[in-house]
């Protein structure tokens, strides 16, 4: 049996032991009493009598009898066998016995500072995350969402995957994933939709959201010495809009081109590019261009033609002859390319036009430009 109350410092745990020779004590306790108060108190109407509590202080009554056996005596009367327990007197204090004492029921009282911390095995609820760690991990990951872009990603390098969401509805399409994820100990949630664009950061979330670990670019040196005989690369100068560079992506996929050189590869991991690439992202290496003009020339010391484009001057694209082995060079849709970049090209081709508009999305141009070497290289 046990009771508990709060304290000053807290709460206080009360134990009541029994001990084995409870038996006898309760026949010693059960003793004669005078069931009087003082001498010359006198009953209220209607109010039971006095219970002898200033005996109870003293431990025992005038006439040597026990004044907590009469206590439990009427408790019993009124059929409450719950042990009592009287106040302290100065026996207890000082050392020396008292009746309380040779009771059945002890008390052991154990302050909340007294009790021993839960042992965890070395796991508390708390860790210490070092900030620097922390920076340096979410440098590295990014977050992708839409579906086709989710699914490519797993059918492909599934084990890049951090942490997913999902919403209800989408679970039975990606029943092979959530297969993988749990026996691979890959943490997922089912989500509202709410939640889930807040951890996407967006409402054009596709119902799913993939945590995933970043790609590392790829130097000139290693593509090349992986790239095929007929080899078309698309390098981007100051190329920076997700939308554009997903949909140029999607088209590098479409006609096989295998990589692109970029001067941020992570440019091309975020969540936009990677979902409006539809699923193209996961067949399109990023080539590192720290130096952009410095990485051309190394393509072309490896036999690859560079060509640049221009909306307004070069050969139209209808009369260009595209090599096989090529590095097509676009710039921003606003400004074109530079021209540092302008001057590496070893052929300068234009796409011809009624002229009403003063140039193309880049990535409708690069649709032109891939689809021409696609039809003379690869058709």
């Known amino acids: 049996m046990n009771d508990s109350f709060s304290g000053k410092n807290g709460k206080v745990k009360v134990m009541y032991v029994r001990s084995d020779d409870d038996g006898d004590n309760r026949n010693k306790d059960k003793r004669p009493s005078n069931n009087k108060g003082r ?17 109870e202080r003293r431990g025992s009554d005038s006439r040597g009898g026990d004044s907590r056996g009469e206590a439990r005596s009427q408790d019993a009367r009124r059929g409450d066998t719950r042990p009592r327990r009287p106040a302290r007197d100065e026996n207890e204090s000082s050392g020396s ?5 040779d009771s059945p029921w002890k008390t052991v009282s154990r302050a909340p500072s007294d009790e021993s911390a839960p042992d965890h095995g070395g796991i508390s609820g708390k860790s210490f995350i070092d900030p620097e760690q922390l920076r340096r991990q979410r440098q590295e990951e990014t977050r992708v969402y839409g579906e086709n872009a989710c699914q490519a990603l797993f059918a492909s390098r599934p084990d890049s995957i951090v942490r997913a969401w999902f919403v209800q509805s989408v679970t039975p399409r990606f029943r092979e994933a959530l297969r993988w994820m749990a026996a691979n100990r890959k943490a997922y949630h089912v989500v509202e939709d709410e939640e889930l664009a807040k951890a996407s950061g967006t409402e054009h979330h596709g119902g799913v959201c993939f ?5 590392q670019g790829l130097d000139a040196e290693t593509y090349l010495q992986t790239a095929p005989a007929t080899d078309c690369v698309l390098a981007l100068e100051n190329v920076g809009n997700p939308h554009n560079l997903g949909g140029i992506m999607r088209t590098c996929a479409h006609f096989g081109i295998n990589g692109m050189l970029v001067q941020d590869p992570a440019q091309l991991e975020s969540g936009a590019a990677v979902r409006t690439a539809e699923g193209g992202a996961e067949h399109v290496k990023a080539i ?6 410095d990485v051309l020339a190394s393509f072309r010391k490896a036999g690859y033609t560079i060509v640049t484009t221009s909306s307004h001057k070069g050969t139209a694209l209808g009369k260009a002859e595209l090599p096989a082995r090529m590095v097509l060079v676009l710039g921003e849709e606003s400004e074109g390319l530079s021209d540092s970049a302008w001057q590496q090209g070893d052929l300068n081709v234009s796409i011809g036009g009624t002229g009403k508009v003063e140039s193309l999305n880049v990535s409708v141009a690069t649709g032109i430009l891939l689809a021409e070497w696609w039809r003379q290289n690869q058709a």
């Open 211 to 215: 945590l995933i670990k970043k790609r």
């Open 97 to 101: 016995s008292s009746p309380w004492q």
């Open 39 to 55: 001498p010359g108190d006198k009953a209220r109407p209607g109010s039971r009598p006095f219970e002898g509590r200033n005996n």
């Open 288 to 293: 590192m261009a720290d130096n952009f003009i």
